[in-house]
Nanobody
Framework: QVQLVESGGGLVQAGGSLRLSCAAS????????MGWYRQAPGKKRELVAS???????NYADSVKGRFTISRDNAENTVYLQMNSLKPEDTGVYYC?????????WGKGTLVTVSS
């Protein structure tokens, strides 16, 4: 069972930056999709960004131009660089891995953006 461990969340003022990391506990299949989701209080979990094993990326409209997703395949790690943070970016950020028809979730890391 692959485990995903997120880190890098915290409290930041609006306009600031944070970098989230998500490491897989073991080597993962070479063809996969990794992504970041977030869930704000009282709202549904939503996709923030995703990246294929080949490096193709996809972003939610709300974060385009501010967030950058990247990955290190050798380290089985995915990153989310978040710049120009807004209070509406507040939420629990979850890492997701999809491979071989299976989906895996991390436990989440809290990001709080103060105004």
């Amino acid at each position: 069972q692959v485990q995903l461990v997120e880190s890098g969340g915290g409290l930041v003022q609006a306009g600031g930056s944070l970098r989230l990391s998500c490491a897989a506990s073991e080597r993962i299949f070479s063809i996969n999709l990794m992504g970041w989701y977030r869930q704000a209080p009282g709202k549904k979990r939503e996709l923030v960004a995703s990246i294929t094993s080949g490096g193709s990326t996809n972003y939610a409209d709300s974060v385009k131009g501010r967030f950058t997703i990247s990955r290190d395949n050798a380290e089985n790690t995915v990153y989310l660089q978040m710049n120009s943070l807004k209070p509406e970016d507040t939420g629990v950020y979850y890492c997701n891995l999809a491979m071989r028809g299976m989906g895996y979730w991390g436990k989440g890391t809290l990001v709080t953006v103060s105004s």
